[in-house]
């Protein structure tokens, strides 16, 4: 349920509440707000308040107090984290309000304490706690990040973030809070006061304002102050950031026992602090070592660290990991070179370390090297030291991430060098080399930086080796996107990326397989990814659990197993990009059902993709097919394979005007002669993404413009069309030139001389519902002369024919009454149609209480050849909910899911055919990764899968399906098959929308 849903049926809830709910729901955020899940801990603060408020109003008696707490402390963590105008003003009108009632009462300590976190609020956005040894730019890094998921929300997701006030308005407003509260506080309180007025006063200071001067001598003058008053014990965090100031100017000893630095245990802040507190000590211990140059020490308080995160990491989250491995790498095991002398540059220890690679000593020493050099900006040389060390992850079992984050780091850095200096192909290579490192690692938002450098550098030059070298390293990262911690902004991102990569600008040479390499990172690559890896996946016990909760409190609705209704307009649902947030408002329990299935949706999707390691290999492969034209190999000689991507072309400037946008259809024409790169252009459309919102819903959802196209089309095929085969506006809809262009029937002539004889097609995102075997061409469907399939991935080319020892014949089911406990209507003509088609073929079909789940989920694996005949329709809320309807059982309800069928091995599977209605017809997210059931039957393994793209009268179904397998079992090929089919179908029943309705998703 959705945060505004919520407080909205509270505050229209006036029914009696006894204080202690609300006090249990604000010990509940606490907890949360304890764990760092603070986004969590500040619905339900909020929740509390505004159910208290009109009961008990805003004094300290009332449980509206204790919520308020919760929630500022909880707000000012989540805004450091993600920071947003709007929450920023809500928090910050909270504790005003707090205070005024305050002043009121004079309670002085409660008001002290109230305006240190009112001027924590104002400061921490554009604060945040990092090494001494990367004192750069604060707050631009925080100012990258806000653009970066600005950008992202703005476009993608249902929630966008408003602006945050600018940093000089915030911190100046910042000062007078912390000034009165060091005024009414003493001891450690008062220092704790005295260090944030000295932030806000050096953070000023930072952004050259005019008296940068004047507040850089506030800020030493407040930090000596604080100095004296500081409390190891009761406040270690203000203890270290004081002292370390203190250490760095002379005007206190150097730390020599670990108890200097870590005065009290982190694992014991663990139970009594927030995250954030906990992870800023950690970043502040961590320098102060490294500062010491006391290596025994450093070790010490590593691993001091590091024991207390074995049971805590999953609320650290990276934050300690990445400051731990910045200061692991100056004191590896082994390593007796002091950080004074590692900073020298002096290359005669080089020499003496590089005797000694590949062992502990040796390797240890050149890593340390390594680590001063990146320090000092020499990143080419750091990552030439770490070559140089040999080392593998036996060396270091428990150091190795470190290893691998500086080697990131590095690479970050010697990409951005080489950019400076012009060498954009080198750049390319670096900033790949950093961007997979860090997904590995779990790290975002350098991952982030590294893809932007790596899109930026791929435009610095013109011709087939830059692109297939920025492609080539763009499919890199996305093999271990999946992996990131934050998938919703790496998806989108790498959208982003692919677009950048993919716009054509008008006079420049485009080089077709580089396209084409990134059509295969643009248009479901994750899938594509897991068909390279066919057969079972198991269902991990947690997500399993979200399944079971999900089925279980679908029960409890009205609608329960019934065909998903639709809110939106017309097809807007199915055309639209799934995105991560998707999600109902929850005022009603069938939406915060569908809520669940989306989680669970969302969470399947991630297990899928097999290791990176694999992926990448694959990739390796093709690129290397792709860069020397080899892929051509895999095309069969009577095949034309068209890719379709939905980009963007820059027309050039004209006089007076700039350079501007438009969308285009960039097509790649693949066959076994080569490969040819065009385009479609629509001048009228300048964004290759539409925001919409359906009525009454707090909800946005992002298409691209093509679907504006195939919805009406979809419409326009199901009516109707009186004495003709076709309605006239769906024939203008048809018409082939809107994608292929004007000289597609010279094209099409020209390959039939060559002998060619099939299309497929690789269409990307809405354009996968399209009819491409109806598109007409000189006033004829293209299924006239062609064999047209699609395809959603190359795996689909690249997949031999089904090995001979998997020939196990048919399996054939179907229920007549599968979905009617679901308010579905019996379908005589479903069974008639399974034994009309198994009669053809020689086979017993699964009817009637045979037709279980339980029983086709046992005979499939062993099947060539599957066909089923159900109640079926497409899923808009969860992919891998879509479901056929079989008989019910004991143990079963009879709906057969997608995910279902994922848990199968089907690699011996060499045709599925659904004679259900919008079989073939699924949803498809920002990078064109399917979810369904006609995917779901092609990840476990099968070749292909035939079924409908809209709903369809059962007599030409069973027409069409009884010719396909009869052709089947007589032998031919299955492109033959369907197409016989096809035609025999169109010759009884003549209308598009019957004989039409029917798709082949397969290349061979």
């Not at 097609?761 to 075997?773: A, D, N, Y």
Request: glycine share 8%; charged share 20%; with cysteine.
């Amino acid at each position: 349920m959705q945060e505004g849903e919520v407080l909205r049926q509270v505050r229209a809830d006036t029914s009696a509440l006894h204080p202690l709910t609300l006090i249990v729901i604000g010990g509940d955020a606490l907890e949360n707000m304890r764990r760092g899940i603070f986004s969590t801990a500040c619905v339900a603060a909020r929740l509390a308040m505004t159910a208290a408020e009109p009961r008990w109003g805003v004094t300290r008696s009332s449980p509206w107090w204790l919520a308020a707490d919760v929630f500022n402390d909880a707000m000012s963590a989540w805004l450091v984290a993600e920071p947003d105008g709007s929450r920023f003003a809500a928090a910050c009108q909270v504790t005003d309000q707090q205070i005024e009632a305050l002043r009121v009462e004079g309670d002085h300590d409660e008001l002290a304490a109230t305006l240190t976190v009112a001027g924590g609020l104002r400061l921490g956005p554009y604060l945040s706690y990092v090494s001494l040894d990367d004192p750069v730019a604060r707050h631009d890094r925080w100012r990258t990040r806000e653009r970066r998921r600005n950008a992202v929300s703005t476009l993608l997701e249902t929630l966008t973030r408003s602006p945050m006030p600018k940093a000089r308005h915030a911190l100046r407003s910042a000062l007078p809070y912390f000034k009165e509260a060091a005024a009414l506080t003493s001891g450690h309180r008062k220092a704790n006061n005295l260090r944030n007025l000295a932030q806000a006063y050096a953070r000023l200071a930072e952004l050259d304002v005019p008296d940068a001067a004047a507040l850089r001598r506030k800020a030493t003058e407040a930090m000596r102050s604080a100095y004296s008053f500081v409390d190891a014990t009761e406040d270690p965090l203000a203890y270290l950031h004081v002292s370390t100031t203190a250490w760095l100017n002379n005007e206190a000893p150097i730390p020599t026992e670990l108890s200097h630095i870590l005065p009290v245990p982190l694992g014991e802040l663990f139970r009594t602090r927030r995250t954030d507190y906990v992870v800023g000590t950690a970043h502040l211990a961590l320098s102060a070592a490294r500062y010491t140059g006391n290596q025994d020490l450093l070790r010490e308080v590593i691993a001091s660290i590091r024991a207390s995160l074995t049971t805590t990491r999953a609320h650290a989250k990276t934050d300690i990991d990445i400051e731990l491995w910045h200061t692991e790498v100056h004191a590896l095991p082994g390593n007796t070179l002091t950080c004074r002398a590692a900073r020298k540059n002096d290359r005669t220890h080089e020499s003496r370390l590089r005797r000694g690679a590949g062992k502990q000593r040796g390797a240890s020493g050149l890593i340390h090297l390594a680590a001063h050099a990146s320090e000092a900006g020499d990143g080419v040389r750091a990552l030439r030291l770490i070559d140089q060390a040999r080392v593998t992850p036996d060396l270091y079992p428990d150091a190795w991430p470190s290893v691998l984050h500086l080697t990131a780091w590095a690479s970050m850095q010697a990409g951005d060098s080489c950019a400076a200096s012009a060498d954009p192909l080198a750049a390319i290579g670096y900033h790949c080399g950093a961007a997979w490192r860090y997904l590995v690692l779990g790290h975002g938002e350098r991952a982030a930086a590294a893809i932007t450098g790596l899109v930026r550098e791929a435009g610095a030059g013109d011709g087939h080796e830059y692109q297939v070298h920025a492609v080539g390293a763009l499919g890199v990262v996305a093999c271990y996107a999946p992996r990131a911690g934050d998938r919703s902004h790496m998806t989108h991102l790498l959208y982003e990326a692919c677009q950048a990569l993919s716009t054509a600008r008008t006079g420049k040479q485009v080089a077709p397989y580089a396209h084409l390499m990134l059509h295969r990172v643009g248009k479901g690559m994750e899938i594509d990814c897991a068909a390279h890896a066919p057969g079972p996946r198991p269902m991990p016990e947690p997500v399993r659990e979200w399944l079971r909760e999900a089925i279980t409190s679908e029960g409890e609705t009205d609608r329960a197993g019934m065909p998903p209704s639709d809110p939106w307009d017309g097809m807007v649902a199915s055309l639209s990009y799934l995105s991560e947030t998707e999600a109902d408002e929850g005022a009603t329990l069938t939406e915060r059902v569908d809520n669940m299935w989306r989680v669970f949706d969302r969470q399947f999707t991630a297990t899928l993709t097999p290791p990176p390691a694999r992926s990448v290999q694959s990739w390796m492969e093709f690129c290397s097919q792709a860069s020397c034209g080899a892929i051509d190999r895999i095309i069969p000689e009577d095949t034309v394979l068209i890719s379709f991507f939905a980009g963007l072309t820059i027309l050039p400037h004209s006089e007076g005007k700039s350079a501007r946008p438009m969308v285009s259809a960039h097509r790649v024409t693949l066959t076994h002669e080569g490969a040819v790169m065009s385009g479609q252009h629509f001048t009228d459309l300048v964004s290759p993404l539409t925001l919409i919102g359906a009525e009454g819903r707090n909800e946005t959802r992002a298409l691209h413009p093509f679907a504006g196209h195939a919805g009406p089309l979809h419409d326009e095929l199901a009516k109707y069309p009186g004495f003709d085969e076709v309605t006239d506006e769906a024939l203008r809809l048809l018409d082939a030139r809107t994608y292929f262009g004007n000289h597609f029937a010279s094209e099409l002539t020209a390959w039939r001389e060559q002998g060619k004889r099939h299309l497929c097609i690789w269409p990307h995102g809405p354009m996968h519902r399209l009819p491409f075997h109806l598109m007409q061409v000189d006033g004829s469907p293209l299924a006239d002369h062609w064999t047209v399939t699609t395809v959603q991935g190359l795996h689909s080319i690249e997949r031999a024919t089904v090995s001979p020892e998997f020939a196990h014949g048919h399996v054939i089911a179907a229920s007549a009454v599968g979905g009617v406990n679901f308010g579905l209507h019996e379908e005589a003509s479903l069974e008639e149609h399974a034994r009309a088609v198994a009669d053809q073929v020689g086979v017993v079909p699964m009817v009637g209480e045979d037709a279980t789940r339980a029983n086709l989920l046992q005979a499939m694996p062993a099947a060539r050849f599957i066909h089923i005949a159900a109640h079926g329709s497409r899923d808009d809320v969860a992919g891998w909910r879509q479901c056929l309807y079989l008989t019910p059982s004991a143990d079963s309800d009879g709906r057969l899911y997608a995910h279902d069928v994922l848990g199968l091995d089907l690699r011996g599977v060499d045709i599925v055919t659904l004679s259900a209605c919008e079989s073939t017809s699924y949803r498809f997210d920002i990078l064109d990764n399917h979810r369904g059931i006609a995917p779901a039957f092609l990840v476990a393994g099968a070749a292909t899968v035939v079924g409908c793209l809209w709903k369809v009268h059962p007599a030409p179904a069973t027409h069409f399906f009884r010719a396909l397998h009869d052709r089947l079992h007589q032998g031919v090929s299955k492109l033959e098959a369907f197409r016989a089919a096809q035609q025999a179908t169109r010759e009884r029943y003549p209308e598009y929308r019957h004989w039409g309705a029917f798709s082949y998703i397969g290349a061979r």
